[in-house]
């Protein structure tokens, strides 16, 4: 069958709302990367740093601390929503015996 | 034999042999082995190797002692060289993985064109080995502070331990070797880092604690004539930081041996995956530098402020020895500090000895020293064996093969080609550690702004823009490194410290990339598209699995009868 699903399925409307929802996730991670690592500790760093939390000024703990955590957390984020999205549209890996690479 | 020496040799030596027992055991017989690994590296593995991989001496050693003088502008850094892996994991890695071929020049090879993929292979060599030679030196210094040996012999030792690795393994040996690395420099980073924050704070958590001495940082700061610590913008203009940041991002994303670690990966969800599982392990360390930084500058201020020269602590003597910690002939007490000797202050402190000294300075026992040593050299090495193999990959496959004998080689020779040019590369490498051509040390400031205006644009391009052609790519590279490297150069040499709206020669690369993208995208659209066959294969990149499962949308726990065949 897979003669038939390589590049002449006949409906392939799945591929344009698979790609399409791929680049809105993508999209809105990006713009929180964005707003992290250069809105925060560039344009409202003196704003942010009048806000002391544990002795950290809050831009300076966004510039050398908050974005890293927020990094970390946009790619797992990102791994787990196209994790949802393969299986949603079949398209995830999986080995001979069915279990997923 | 001072107590230091032995620890050092003890940690030394038992990591060194741990790390050439696994790489007996991962020897490899065939190309895909040497090259990638066979694609069959477990993710958190892949990652830990990832972070071994990119984090060099220049993080370890140098990275901490950079923020203690920066300050806060010191961030540029941290986030330049975490923010690019979100890039990496969203627009580069999946694809390439699916992409699947074994070097980077490959991909824009048979995305565009062969032209392309010796530029390609080009700039991957030269970036790598201007990166390499830093890293020989990293490991020299290590040895020749601790062992007391010349620097060039350290240089020696470290080579010929990643020689038979590196040439027996190649990708495989060099990836469970990393593994083994990563834990021995996290280890070395975590324990001293936490037993600091300890006794200033009574909590071992750096990341949490470094707050709360700030505020006297920033006091002393001023006091001894330097700037304010959490004070914005004091080394550099705003946009100027804007545009170093972005430059440092896409470059990271762009470096040729961080990408191609991600085609060792099972699958393209493992791709994914090892990006994040990299990012965490490498936040471990990213995120104690700017503690440990803080920390250090403020026992340095405290410690030496106001004290009489010869009443200065021992470790202050230890590492006079080296010339890394200069005191001013004509000063009688302590009251300025700096990290460069022009500044004439009282005493000078070299960024590269924070952390090598940080133990010492707080007064931990002599088997963490050694431990330090140990987790130095593990940075230098796996990052230098990493790059190594970029450069033995892409001299041997995308040159030799394709340009040489036109893809007309068995096996066995492909393979003993490989590991040829991994000697050659390593004993270049050696002659490089030990006489850096002067040009290194700036040049590897600018790697990233060279990688950020080549690489990044076009493998973007090629993934998300299918119209994207060969004449586009070549162009847009073309002209993006030509931009970069013009400003650099005109900045640096032709008229020093000249520059245009403040922007920096670090800073350039985010321009250079933008000229990269609007050159490509212009010829791009004024010359024929590509072949409708390359727009399928462009196409089937964007979908992990070969082929698609015939299965309504639905089934989420479809049964595993309904496979495609993948």
């Known amino acids: 069958m897979s003669e038939t699903t390589e590049g002449k399925d006949p409906d392939n409307g799945w591929r344009e709302e698979y790609w399409k929802r791929n680049l809105r996730l993508m999209a809105i991670l990006l713009a929180i990367w964005f707003t992290v690592s250069f809105v925060f500790w560039i344009l409202l760093v003196e704003q942010l740093n009048q806000i002391v939390i544990a002795g950290f000024p809050l831009g300076f703990w966004f510039a050398q601390q908050g974005s890293i955590y927020v990094f970390v957390v946009l790619i797992l984020v990102y791994a787990k929503r196209m994790d949802r999205l393969d299986i949603e549209f079949g398209v995830d890996e999986r080995d001979q015996n069915g279990d997923r690479l | ?566």
């Open chain 2, 1 to 566: 034999m001072s107590d230091i020496q032995f620890w050092t040799l003890i940690f030394i030596f038992l990591s060194f042999t741990v790390y050439i027992g696994i790489a007996w055991r991962s020897r490899v017989k065939e190309t895909a082995g040497f090259y990638v690994a066979g694609q069959g590296i477990p993710t958190v593995a892949n990652g830990a190797a990832v972070a071994a991989d990119w984090m060099s001496a220049a993080s370890f050693i140098s990275m901490a002692g950079l923020i203690a003088f920066l300050g806060y502008d010191g961030a540029i850094y941290l986030m330049g060289w975490t923010g690019g892996y979100v890039l990496l994991a969203l627009l580069l890695a999946p694809y390439l993985r699916k992409w699947g071929k074994f070097t980077v020049p490959e991909f824009v090879g048979d995305r565009y064109s062969e032209l392309v993929r010796t530029i390609a292979a080009g700039a991957a060599i030269l970036i790598s080995f201007t990166y390499v030679v830093g890293q020989m030196r990293g490991g020299g210094i290590v040895f020749s502070r601790f062992l007391n040996m010349p620097v060039a012999g350290g240089v020696g030792v470290a080579a010929a331990i990643i020689f038979p690795y590196a040439v027996l393994g190649g990708m495989k040996g060099i990836t469970w070797t990393q593994v083994a690395q990563y834990t021995v420099l996290i280890t070395a980073y975590l324990i001293p880092a936490a037993a600091i924050s300890q006794t200033f704070t009574s909590f071992p958590i750096p990341q949490i604690t470094f707050g709360q001495v700030l505020d006297e940082l920033n006091a002393l700061s001023i006091e001894f004539g330097l700037n304010s610590y959490t004070q914005p913008f004091t080394e550099r203009p705003q946009l100027d930081i804007f545009l170093v940041t972005m430059a440092v991002m896409i470059g990271t994303a762009g470096l040729p041996h961080v990408i191609i670690r991600f085609y060792t990966t099972k699958s393209v969800r493992g791709a994914r995956y090892s990006a994040f599982w990299a990012l965490l392990f490498i936040a471990l360390l990213y995120s104690t530098a700017p503690a440990v930084g803080a920390f250090a500058k403020f026992n340095i201020l405290e410690g030496l402020g106001g004290t009489a020269v010869d009443e200065l602590p021992d470790w202050v003597e230890n590492w006079e020895a080296t010339g890394l910690v200069i005191i001013n002939p004509e000063a009688d007490t302590i009251e300025s500090i700096s990290n460069r000797a022009a500044d004439g202050a009282d005493i000078t402190v070299d960024n590269d000895i924070l952390v090598l000294a940080n133990p010492e300075i707080a007064g931990l026992p002599a088997p963490v020293v050694g431990l330090v040593a140990a987790g130095g050299m593990a940075a230098a090495m796996s990052t230098a064996a990493g790059l190594l193999l970029v450069i033995s990959s892409s001299a041997s496959h995308d040159f030799y093969f394709r340009r040489i004998k036109k893809g007309d080689a068995t096996e066995r020779e492909k393979l003993l080609v490989g590991r040829l040019a991994m000697a050659g590369a390593v004993v270049i490498a050696v002659i490089g550690g030990i006489n850096p051509p002067a040009f290194v040390a700036q040049v590897v400031a600018f790697a990233f702004g060279l990688a950020a205006s080549s690489f990044f644009p076009i493998i973007v391009l090629g993934i998300f823009w299918k119209r994207c052609n060969a004449k586009g790519a070549a162009a847009g590279m073309v002209s993006g490194l030509a931009f970069t490297a013009t400003y650099m150069i005109w900045s640096l040499y032709i008229s020093p410290g000249s520059t245009v709206f403040g922007i920096s020669p670090e800073g350039i690369g985010t321009v250079g990339a933008l000229v990269n993208f609007a050159v490509a995208i212009g010829v791009s659209r004024a010359t024929p598209a590509p072949p409708a066959q390359l727009m399928e294969f462009i196409e089937e990149m964007r979908y992990p699995a070969a082929s698609r499962r015939i299965a309504p949308p639905t089934a989420d726990q479809a049964p595993e009868t309904e496979l495609g065949g993948a």
